[in-house]
């Protein structure tokens, strides 16, 4: 879920100055030597799914330490507003949870919208091969998990090895270098898309607190207002904003889990560009022209030209990949760290090994370690028996094997369905630990499997080109 800063000209044209009006040069240099390694890394395919990492165990230490105290204090910190006699007031983790997550859950709408009209999803033939390993790779690890906690009560907690993290799963795939076929990242994405739709589906069905209409209706006089504003042409995304929070608000309160309001609303943002590629450019080029010929012209001359370009700028991509590239940061480096360090902290001295706890853990961590790689393959294999799927050219069976095996990487998602399942019961810190396994164990047997598995160049023929291969892996 990384996109590469934008980057400088290869040839800037020697009219620019190089150093900003009224800079120091010197200073401007040092700032640009401390910033460059930040840049480097956040343009790295892994850079969040590092991130992500670092956060579970700054979460894990906190919670294990001496000041594990300060750690449960500061998540239940409360916040809210209080308007006289009406308050609503909720602790810190809850407005991460149900709040910041919400915004994370419309990205995860926003890539399925721009999967289906155009990606790995928008064909049948495309779209057979993610689909199959998708449905393997979710059905297998519920019923690997339900086969360990049988006749427990602790069998509700069957979604949580559904999810893929596609940060974690797509760094790991970067260690392997060149090892990994572009083709393999496309398939592994577009499988995780998938994921995510059934995750969303159980969350849907399954953690809903009994539906009141006041609060449906009010969800859905905030989706009228979204839907008035797209066919009046409002293009300005903060204009939706407020339309947004009444569907997020009414969701809540009409008894579905909040973060649906992302999901709903990401799949209903427009796809499509509506100047595009071609619209952009011929608007530069008369711009250009058009300026070229204001010479000693003032500013206040040029600012409809400057503006026009702005408007060619902006509406050259759909508002899906618009809204997508400007949230993705904010998503990857802030929410979802945010999200770790809120809910990763398991304190191991907290958990009871007796009863349910122990098979919660080992349930959730034999489901991602196990269960995922073997409904991928089990699934692929099959479609491939029935001649209802076929491999991208270049991929085989060992491919799929190494793209089942990371994709019981769970991390984000199963955490955030273990809170679901078990809320604040002891059980909860028994599976978010055995996320946390079962993700590392399918991670290192990742690695191991790729160098073994995998040689270090490329498979011959394989389907999609470095550049393509980029784009469909930018989430």
């Not at 300060?70 to 507003?81: K, N």
Request: aromatic share 8%.
């Amino acid at each position: 879920m990384s996109e590469p800063l934008p980057s400088s000209p290869a040839r800037a044209p020697t009219s620019i100055r190089p150093n900003p009006p009224g800079a120091w040069r010197p200073a401007h240099r040092v700032a640009q030597r401390v910033l460059a390694p930040v840049e480097r890394l956040l343009a790295i395919q892994a850079s969040s799914g590092i991130v992500l990492f670092a956060a579970a165990a700054i979460a894990m230490l906190w919670a294990n330490s001496r000041y594990s105290e300060s750690y449960r204090w500061f998540w239940s910190l409360e916040f809210g507003l209080r308007l006289g006699p009406v308050a609503f007031v909720r602790e810190l983790r809850w407005w991460v949870n149900d709040g910041l997550m919400a915004v994370f859950f419309f990205v995860v709408g926003l890539e399925l919208r721009r999967e289906i009209h155009n990606g790995e999803l928008a064909e049948l033939r495309r779209a057979s091969l993610p689909i199959a390993a998708a449905l393997g790779g979710t059905i297998a690890p519920a019923l690997v998990y339900l086969a360990v906690n049988h006749g427990r009560a602790s069998a509700v907690g069957w979604p949580i090895p559904m999810a893929t993290d596609i940060a974690f799963a797509l760094g790991i795939f970067t260690l392997l270098a060149s090892r990994v076929a572009p083709a393999m990242r496309v398939v592994l994405l577009a499988l995780a898309v998938v994921d995510d739709l059934a995750a969303v589906g159980v969350i849907a069905v399954c953690f809903s607190t009994g539906l009141h209409l006041p609060g449906l209706l009010f969800a859905a006089l905030g989706f009228w207002a979204v839907l008035t504003m797209r066919a009046a042409g409002v293009r300005s995304p903060w204009l939706y904003v407020p339309a947004g929070v009444i569907v997020w608000a009414g969701i809540y309160a009409g008894g579905l889990h909040p973060t649906m309001a992302g999901v709903l609303l990401g799949v209903t943002t427009p796809p499509v560009a509506w100047l595009g590629r071609e619209g952009l450019l011929e608007i530069v080029s008369q711009s250009t022209e058009d300026i070229r010929g204001l010479k000693g012209a003032s500013a206040s001359q040029m600012f409809p030209h400057l503006a026009l370009l702005e408007h060619a700028r902006i509406e050259a991509t759909s508002p899906v990949e618009r809204i997508q590239h400007a949230l993705h940061r904010w998503v990857a480096f802030g929410i979802m760290p945010l999200f770790a360090l809120a809910n990763a902290g398991v304190v191991i001295d907290g958990i009871r090994w007796d009863g349910d706890a122990r098979w919660v853990f080992v349930g959730v961590a034999l489901a991602l370690f196990v269960g995922k790689p073997l409904g991928v393959i089990a699934a692929t294999a099959l479609g491939r028996s029935t001649g209802l799927l076929r491999l991208p050219a270049g991929l085989g069976a060992r491919h799929i094997a190494l793209v089942g095996s990371v994709a019981g990487v769970g991390f984000t998602m199963a955490l955030f369905l273990a809170q679901l399942c078990f809320g604040t019961s002891p059980l909860a810190a028994a599976g978010k630990l055995g996320v946390l396994v079962g993700s590392g164990s399918a991670a290192l047997l990742t690695l191991a499997l790729g160098r073994t598995l995998l040689s270090t160049a490329l498979p011959a023929g394989a389907a999609e080109t470095a550049e393509e291969a980029e784009q469909s892996t930018e989430r």
